[in-house]
């Protein structure tokens, strides 16, 4: 691919500048590497290469329609796919798993700094998963709770608990189509035991594992992490905060947190107002410390504590070419393998804190949940330390930053449309019956080097709420609007139709929500079903007037999003394809027959042009409207004499 101009690759000012600076200092980027990398190799992106033995690896080609042990391009596509779930999955439930431990460790006396931040969270969740709590301590309630979510990894039969939180038929059609699954850990490592040389080779069964393992993300590792999480650090209320990298700041020691681990952060953000760290920082010439942060962990202590989000996905390696940020500290997931090169090139100290995500040139920092408190002041004593290294001649902060209102978790959806003291989700499915808002999309996931970088987000966000859809966001979507200012209650006045600003207008609230990280996308799959639970809007997910999208994703996690969306009954639209393409059995599977077969009563679309998704998305809403029958007129009909005797008949 040649090389691309910068206004070919991003749409933000702030980003833009940055890739200006970065090419006037020779510092290269995930833009720069794409380009470099040219057009990817058509058999990885079809979805037909195998590398699953070592007789291989075996491509398929008009020629050789077989690998050597016989596998067609059904089952390798389908395989491959699978093994993309099960990653995404695992890394999802894996970060879930961590925050049960620190659950229980907090039960039992040995969390060190950590409490239980939300008693209320903890005995709603107690009694949604069955745990007796009435009578009781929290910490014995949250022991309990713990012991189950563990189980739930490591279940060896029937069905995860946490499936009973979804609405009757839909348990029903998991049920029936075999689709629920057992423990996490278990549905992972099937999934790759079925994928080896030799197991499984029928492409409708290996999908069919997909959704498994898809569900048991979503519904029990995403879900479990997003509930432990606010159980622990408390449940997210909307709060207000800045987007961009206009968030760093001159003067101030600027420290990122990246990943996706909020326990170490939600410490640090406690170690940041340390008065005697503040004089620290002023002792090496600085004014302060500014914590912001990068990906999900931002979407974490945004939503929680009003943190700034210095930029999403492919904004990482852009806040460290500021020449700005003395420390970034990254742990698990999206945090590029480039960052201490790009590093090199400033002052920036890279640390990492978990021991599964070491980066050569990062400083391996141990952090003991034990001693949270007192680790966390140890690194931001580095990071103080590293101030007087920057060099500001290199120093170049884009100006640009978005207000933003963040932390639309269900419970607080609940308080703000139903109010306090009766919590409901009335007053949303009234306004979808009677048509002012017309239905809601949920937009997630990453962004894609390989594409112009927010553009599918944002045009797409903005024809939708013009429509009067209501939008739920999460991720690096989340953060691309936020850039781009629609996540406040003016962008309603400004940019939503008439009836979706009404609605936003009487309850104070902005046109498009942001729901939290990736896993929160779990807080989807329950702001549906309580949308089901409410009444008036049909009895599954599949009923509701929704759709997911995934604009410009590129994480295995999105893939794993992707299927436990549609196994739920909610149609996912995808701006880039799966790497399917080599087969057109395992194509017409996901975007055709899981629907029509009724597998999961939803199916995926791939959509690469937004125009087009913006008419698939209001066609689908309109015929889930018609289908529930509200987009009748409900006027009264008189009836003449000949529709009387109709009726006799
Ligand atoms: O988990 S949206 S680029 S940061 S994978 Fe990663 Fe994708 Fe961002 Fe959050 Ni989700
Ligand atoms: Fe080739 Fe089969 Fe081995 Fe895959 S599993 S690499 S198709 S021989």
Same mark, same amino acid.
């Given at each position: 691919m040649a090389e691309r101009q910068p206004a070919e690759i991003a749409v933000d000012q702030a980003s833009l500048a940055m890739l200006a600076k970065a090419a006037t200092e020779g510092v290269s980027h995930a833009f720069a590497r794409a380009d470099a990398q040219g057009k990817s190799c058509p058999f990885g992106s079809d979805g037909v290469c195998c590398r699953v033995c070592h007789m291989g690896p075996c491509r398929i080609t008009k020629k050789a329609t077989? #690998? +050597?042990? #016989? $596998? %067609?391009a059904d089952t390798i596509a389908a395989r491959n796919l699978l093994r993309e779930v099960a990653a995404g999955a695992a890394a999802h439930s894996d970060h879930g798993r961590h925050l049960v431990h620190l659950l229980k460790a907090v039960a039992e006396g040995q969390g060190g700094d950590f409490t239980l931040r939300d008693e209320t969270r903890l005995r709603e969740a107690a009694r949604a998963w069955d745990v007796a709590e009435q009578g009781r301590g929290p910490l014995e309630v949250a022991k309990d709770l713990a012991q189950l979510f563990e189980q739930e990894f490591t279940r060896q039969e029937g069905p995860l608990a946490t499936l009973k939180l979804a609405p009757l038929p839909r348990q029903a059609v998991w049920k029936r189509q075999g689709l629920a699954p057992s423990g996490i850990d278990r549905s992972i490592v099937e999934a790759l035991h079925r994928t080896? +040389?030799? &197991? %499984? @080779?029928d492409y409708r069964d290996l999908l069919r594992t997909a959704l498994r393992v898809g569900l048991a993300d979503g519904w029990g590792g995403s879900m479990i992490a997003t509930t432990v999480s606010d159980i622990l650090f408390g449940t997210p209320q909307p709060i207000r905060g800045m987007a961009n990298l206009g968030v760093l700041e001159e003067r101030k020691v600027n420290v990122l947190v990246h990943g996706h681990e909020p326990a170490l952060t939600e410490m640090l953000v406690a170690a940041t107002r340390d008065p005697e760290l503040t004089a620290a920082a002023k002792a090496v010439g600085a004014e302060g410390i500014n914590l912001a942060g990068i990906c999900c962990t931002a979407n974490e202590v945004l939503m929680r504590h009003g943190v700034p989000v210095a930029g999403n996905f492919l904004q990482q390696e852009l806040a460290i070419i500021t020449g700005a940020v003395e420390m970034m500290i990254t742990d698990v997931?999206?945090? /590029? $393998?480039s960052l201490p090169e790009v590093a090199k090139c400033y002052h920036t100290l890279v640390v990492t804190t978990s021991p599964m995500a070491r980066n050569i040139g990062a400083e391996a920092v141990e952090f003991d949940d034990r001693r949270a408190l007192e680790c966390s002041r140890a690194i931001l004593r580095k990071a103080i330390a590293n101030f007087p290294r920057r060099d500001p001649r290199k120093v170049s902060i884009p100006r640009q930053k978005a207000a933003l209102v963040a932390g639309f978790s269900n419970e607080t959806i609940f308080n703000i449309l139903g109010g306090t003291f009766r919590r409901s989700f009335r007053p949303l499915n009234d306004a979808v019956i009677t048509g002012r808002v017309r239905g809601v999309a949920g937009i997630v996931g990453c962004n894609n080097a390989r594409g112009k970088v927010d553009e599918y987000h944002l045009t797409l966000t903005r024809e939708l709420i013009k429509r009067n859809i209501l939008v739920l966001q999460t991720g690096c979507a989340a953060v691309a609007c936020a850039k781009a200012g629609l996540l406040t209650p003016e962008a309603a006045l400004e940019l939503a139709g008439p009836s979706l600003r009404e609605v936003c207008e009487a309850v104070g +609230?902005?046109? &498009?929500?942001? /729901? #939290? !990280?990736? &896993? %929160?996308n779990s807080r989807l799959l329950l702001a549906l079903t309580y949308i089901v639970q409410e009444g008036g809007l049909g009895n599954d997910l599949s009923e509701v007037p929704a759709i997911g999208v995934a604009p410009e994703w590129m994480s295995e996690k999105a893939v794993a999003i992707g299927h436990y969306f549609v196994a739920s009954g909610v149609d996912v639209i995808l701006g880039r394809p799966f @790497?399917? $393409? #080599? !087969?057109e059995a395992v194509t017409r599977f996901l975007c055709e027959e899981l629907l029509t077969q009724g597998v999961t009563g939803a199916r995926f679309h791939y959509i690469s042009d937004v125009q087009q998704a913006v008419e698939t998305i209001v066609a689908h809403i309109e015929s889930k409207r018609e289908a529930l029958g509200i987009n009748r007129k409900a006027g009264r009909k008189l009836f003449d004499m000949k529709d009387r005797r109709g009726l006799e008949v």
């Open positions: 077989r #690998g +050597i042990c #016989g $596998a %067609d080896n +040389i030799g &197991v %499984d @080779h997931q999206c945090c /590029m $393998a +609230i902005p046109p &498009v929500l942001h /729901m #939290g !990280s990736c &896993v %929160d @790497h399917t $393409a #080599g !087969s």
